[in-house]
């Protein structure tokens, strides 16, 4: 990205994911890349045509380098992480990181559209908090306050919009361009808009979309790309980049990929020193800040031929979707064990 504004409206877009740093030491784990692919793809089994090429479940790298990127036809985010692999007999020291300088905390929001809201006739309703907090302030002595807003999207083009204030509602709406700006991002009811305000006061905007609806549609776009850029099966970059001490670079879709496969050196080796034990209660907040309980019934390979003793998704647990007074559903999943959760959950 050109610009912090850019950069600040790319991570709001890409929802809560981990991106590294440039300089920071991370666990690359290949099955996590793999299975990035096989959604690519469209593979029901990610292990059939892809051979380990006998590289270690997880391998340490240092962050060289990090380009944040959107798709010019769906506007779909992706970081191209370029690493480079450490010896595996270097002594493993936790670093703060502190050097590393994130981008400077910018207000932003997100609002989920509505059917209403995505209408050729309809505009956007925002609320007077966030409205106040990200667009330049209306003169409210006016009749009827308006005034023109540009926003930049992640691409740097222009979107004009007009921005009123409803007294009758109480609310603030962006009615002219609107329409336009839906149409030509091709909006569907469950997508998100971004609003970013940068330090100078500059307007960002973006989308996040709502995979349920549009899984089909990225997962061709993304693979075609993908296709194009990958001449070759997905971990001869990184065997050839291990046996050679060179650089190697993966390509990370926050839309598509279920589980973040670089992870923080900080964040695995905290992970390992707790206890994993078959019965531990744990609890973990889900999207919309939503509490989930449930109890560990397994701490076992998934692939065991292929990558033994491997930590990738290797906690089986089964999950309450809603507390058991609304007679909630079992389901169970597999979790990394840095995945962010509390061990000894009480109980809902």
Known sequence: MKNNLCAQLWHACSGSVYIPNI????????????????????????????????????????????????????????????????????????????????????????????????????????????????????????????????????????????????????????????????????????????????????????????????????CTTSSQQFRQNMQLPPLVAAHHAVSTGTLFHVQYYPWITPFEYMVPLKTYVESTEKDYSIGTRVQMLSQGCTKRYGTIVGNEDIDPINWPASDWRSLKIIFLTLPLRFNGILFQILLHIWKGFVLGGLSP
């Open 23 to 218: 300089g920071e030491k991370v666990f690359y784990f290949p099955q996590g890349h793999l299975e990035q692919v096989a959604i690519f793809q469209h593979q029901q089994d990610h292990n059939m045509e892809n051979p380990n090429y006998h590289l270690s479940s997880k391998i340490l790298c240092i962050v060289m380098g990090v380009q944040l990127k959107a798709k010019v036809d769906t506007d779909e985010i992706f970081a191209l992480v370029t690493l480079f692999p450490l010896p595996e007999q270097q002594e493993i020291i936790l670093e703060d990181n502190h050097a590393i300088q994130s981008p400077s905390e910018l207000y932003s929001f997100s609002q989920i559209l509505t059917s209403s809201e995505i209408s050729t006739l309809g505009g956007l309703y925002i609320s007077k908090e966030h409205a106040e907090r990200c667009f330049p302030p209306l003169d409210m002595t006016l009749e009827s306050p308006m005034h023109d807003l540009v926003g930049k999207d992640l691409h740097e083009n222009e979107w004009n919009f007009r921005h009123i204030y409803c007294s009758y509602q109480k609310e603030h709406m962006l009615t002219n361009g609107w329409s336009t700006f839906v149409n030509s991002k091709n909006l569907a009811p469950g997508d998100s808009c971004i609003f970013v305000r940068g330090e100078n006061g500059e307007f960002g905007i973006g989308i996040r979309r709502d995979m349920k609806q549009h899984t089909n549609v990225c």
